[in-house]
């Protein structure tokens, strides 16, 4: 079963870029849509990105288009999320899991039961 762990998180001021990292074992990452949420306190848990399995398409919330970028690879079996000019509301625990598709990032759905522990992303003003 795919098993997957995030890292990279961190303090940083606002402005500042941070590489968040989806490491998988278990299985080969590039046969799933991966996608990235998260969850800040006191809010649901939203989408952020997705890339697809198959022809590596990339998908973005509004609120990060042109700041954030997804990417694979398949060598080392892991997504990254490259995050760049940081603002205080990206704040939030990242999470990324497989997810059935990549098309609307307002309702991706993730395909396992579980969530991984998540990183911590802290932008501060």
């Known amino acids: 079963q795919l098993q997957l762990v995030e890292s990279g998180g961190g303090l940083v001021q606002s402005g500042g870029s941070l590489r968040l990292s989806c490491a998988a074992s278990?299985?080969?990452?590039?046969?799933?849509?991966i996608g990235w949420f998260r969850q800040a306190p006191g809010k649901e848990r939203e989408g952020v990105s997705c890339i697809e399995s198959n022809d590596g398409r990339t998908n973005y919330a509004d609120s990060v288009k042109g700041r954030f970028t997804i990417s694979r690879d398949n060598a080392e079996n892991t997504v990254y999320l490259q995050l760049n000019s940081l603002k205080p509301e990206d704040t939030a625990v990242y999470y990324c899991a497989p997810v059935w598709g990549c098309m609307d990032i307002a309702i991706m759905k993730k395909s396992q039961a579980y969530w991984g522990q998540g990183t911590q992303v802290t932008v501060s003003s």
């Open positions: 278990g299985d080969r990452l590039d046969y799933y849509a």
